[in-house]
């Protein structure tokens, strides 16, 4: 799905991350570990095209990262689902709508993609909290609301930036319990924490 070979990336002229090879393959499941500042969102941004490669080979779904446009890298977000470190929402929208982000803006929001966000609310325990306002939850409710946003359009590959950073243990469980049924479904996983627990 997602191939590194001897990547190279960094800021400012400055490298992060040098010599990364590695390969994700499809219903695989990853914990990319270290503390702050090794790179582990840089390294996320590069299997989302956020960020480009300096130098090495970085390849999505068959296709050499150098050769996507535009339109291409609109295609590839649809396969990969990416639940951010500060989830962030538009405040002016309630949860649902939040979640259903990337089918309207995806041209994919119809009645039956309608169901499957009620169905991503139930499962993540926010039916009850799907016309409240991003401001109104609590951070383990943002958390599970932007897992269910990453997933609502059934990528191929889930990539969480910490995504038990900002929550307590009771709540980390059940987010990752959420990820590892998705695992089961047959999704690619990969947890970016510097939490070794």
């Not at 089961?184 to 070794?196: N, Y």
Request: charge should be negative.
């Amino acid at each position: 799905m997602i191939e590194l070979e001897g990547v190279e990336c960094g800021y400012g002229g400055r490298p992060l991350l040098s010599g990364v090879t590695v390969t994700l393959q499809p219903g695989s499941f990853h914990f990319l570990t270290g503390p702050s500042g090794a790179g582990k969102t840089s390294f996320l941004r590069l299997c989302y095209l956020a960020l480009r490669p300096t130098s090495g080979r970085l390849s999505l779904f068959g296709q050499d990262a150098t050769r996507i446009d535009r339109n291409g890298v609109a295609a590839i977000r649809q396969r990969v689902g990416v639940v951010l470190q500060d989830c962030l929402f538009l405040v002016h929208l309630p949860v649902a709508e939040n979640v259903a982000l990337p089918l309207a803006v995806s041209g994919r929001d119809d009645p039956a993609r309608r169901q499957d966000v009620a169905d991503l609310l139930s499962w993540t325990g926010l039916m009850a909290r799907a016309d409240a306002f991003p401001l109104e939850l609590s951070g383990g409710e943002r958390q599970r609301a932007a897992l269910a946003r990453a997933v609502v359009g059934s990528p191929d590959i889930i990539l969480a930036d910490e995504p038990t950073g900002n929550i307590d243990w009771e709540m980390s469980l059940k987010l990752l319990q959420l990820l590892v049924e998705l695992n089961r479904l047959g999704k690619a996983v990969v947890i970016a924490t510097h939490d070794m627990n």
